[in-house]
């Protein structure tokens, strides 16, 4: 900003901008149904605390932690004709496991101001943001469980009771936000974010934070048109940036849209190979067919100096409509990042639709065998879910196999925990929420990796819908 007078006009004319978009978001009509407010999304009112929990099969002792996972839930109706999935207030579901018992499931909004004034509470300590109630992941890193949302809302440390404790922007760091995907590097103990904030369309960040949850590094790469940037990945020498059309459209906030990001043609596909220490402005940028990944589900560097990341990648996202994403065709692929050549090779592993990869965690950023995904409905659903298959992909073996779980059930995306420390790849569990359509109840399921296509090792009954959402982990504890 060039001078004080300068960002008085450009902060005049957000707030105007602001203003318009505000009241359309509110009054704007229309005909179509939002699916994101009805059927199995249909938001739940009320926080509850279940402790009496039937169990079918036997939960490993082994498993003594928290599984939590988050999801869009909006603590007042919206404006159906203007709400998208993405933009709910977080709803936390929690199932606490100790010595082979369900000890409780319990779900919890993440607060925001206006959360905690509604039922009466005091506000939730930390600096204001831009999105006070994260919706989108739930992690563990610095010693503390996270809730994160991207595009520039603060995260928001919660308990392992489910409760929200601050937001942060980590000692003013990080004030432009965060990220929704940071991965935890298993052989250095550092957790990598690519981050981006919807009011700065030309800088995302690098940002790396250490074992004991301080920023280490937040270095500035230069962007065009404010890309939406989901996730991430790291291999032993990069991170992958993944700048990809699908960009802030200023139309779309004006029009009152609650997420304003678009599918824009005119934007250059990329992805970015930035040194892991290295300046923004070394980053390697490779050209790629024009597409949308939301989520990889590892990447690793071959002996000839490539990258490879699997992922699951969309033909286009945010053409169709402004409820959610696209319903269009998503397949799982290889891509081959070829930094001499600057450009990308993509193959299909499995041409079926699908989405939520999830590795074993311990072999991310290094070369691995395993991805598990969630299958997507096969011509498109309009609430995005609803295909009753887990995927297990074996990349040595070039094999997949199907975990069903039956007509009229919905999974979400699971997550492996090892067996033991020193488990083999694979060696451990698959865990989750599973909704039971006609019942009106959900199941978490675990599932024996190597048994991946067999009965559920335990199924834990929760009596009651759990809509569906986006991601979860596994936090261990005593
Ligand atoms: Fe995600």
């Keep these: 900003m060039s001078s004080p007078v300068e960002a008085a006009i450009r902060g005049a004319v957000t707030k105007g901008i602001m203003g318009v978009a505000h009241f359309n978001r509110a009054h704007r009509k229309s005909s179509k149904q939002n699916p994101y407010l009805t059927g199995i999304h249909t938001p739940l009112t009320a926080e509850q605390t279940i402790t009496d929990l039937k169990v079918t099969g036997t939960i490993p002792p082994a498993l003594n932690g928290l599984y939590l996972r988050n999801g869009p839930n909006p603590f007042e109706a919206p404006n159906p004709a203007t709400h998208h999935w993405f933009s709910g207030d977080g709803m936390l579901h929690g199932m606490r496991l100790q010595n082979g018992e369900a000890l409780w499931y319990r779900n919890r909004w993440v607060r925001s101001t206006a959360i905690n004034a509604a039922l009466g509470e005091p506000a939730t300590p930390g600096p204001k943001s831009s999105f006070e109630s994260p919706n989108t992941n739930v992690v563990a890193f610095g010693g503390k469980i996270w809730a994160l949302v991207e595009a520039g809302g603060l995260p928001v440390e919660v308990s392992d009771l489910l409760e929200t404790r601050t937001r942060s922007d980590f000692e003013g760091l990080l004030s432009k936000g965060f990220a929704a995907h940071p991965h935890l590097d298993p052989l250095t103990g550092e957790t990598h974010a690519i981050c981006y904030n919807a009011m700065e369309p030309a800088t995302i960040w690098h940002t790396v934070i250490t074992a004991d949850g301080a920023v280490r590094r937040h270095e500035p790469i230069s962007v065009q048109d404010g890309p939406s940037i989901h996730d991430c990945m790291i291999t032993k020498n990069y991170v992958i940036v993944m700048d990809l059309p699908v960009t802030f459209s200023m139309p779309a906030l004006i029009a009152g849209d609650s997420f304003p990001y678009r599918w824009n043609p005119k934007h250059a596909a990329r992805i970015g190979l930035l040194p892991r220490e290295g300046r923004g402005d070394e980053i390697i940028w490779c050209s790629v067919e024009p597409c949308y ?103 040595g073996a070039r094999t997949r196999e199907v975990h069903d779980f ?69 936090v261990a504890l005593p």
């Design 406 to 474: 039956g007509e009229g059930h919905m999974p979400g995306e699971f997550v492996f925990v090892p067996a033991h420390a020193t488990a083999e790849e694979d060696e451990g569990w698959l865990i989750g929420y599973v909704a039971d359509i006609a019942r009106g109840t959900t199941d978490f399921v675990i599932l024996d990796a190597r048994n991946f296509a067999g009965p559920p090792v335990a199924t834990i009954t929760i009596p009651g819908r759990i809509p569906p959402g986006f991601h979860g982990n596994w």
């Design 293 to 395: 990944i939301f989520h990889p589900a590892n990447a690793f560097e071959t002996d000839d100096g490539k990258v490879v990341m699997d992922a699951c990648v969309h033909t286009d996202m945010f053409a169709d409509g402004h409820f959610g994403p696209n319903t269009s065709s998503t397949a799982f692929e290889s891509l081959e990042i070829d930094p001499v050549a600057r450009r990308v090779t993509r193959t299909v592993i499995d041409a079926s639709p699908q989405e939520f990869p999830r590795p074993d965690e311990r072999r991310l950023g290094q070369p691995y065998r395993y991805a598990y995904t969630l299958a997507l409905p096969a011509h498109g659903d309009p609430g995005f879910v609803g295909d009753p298959r887990l995927f297990k992909h074996d990349l």
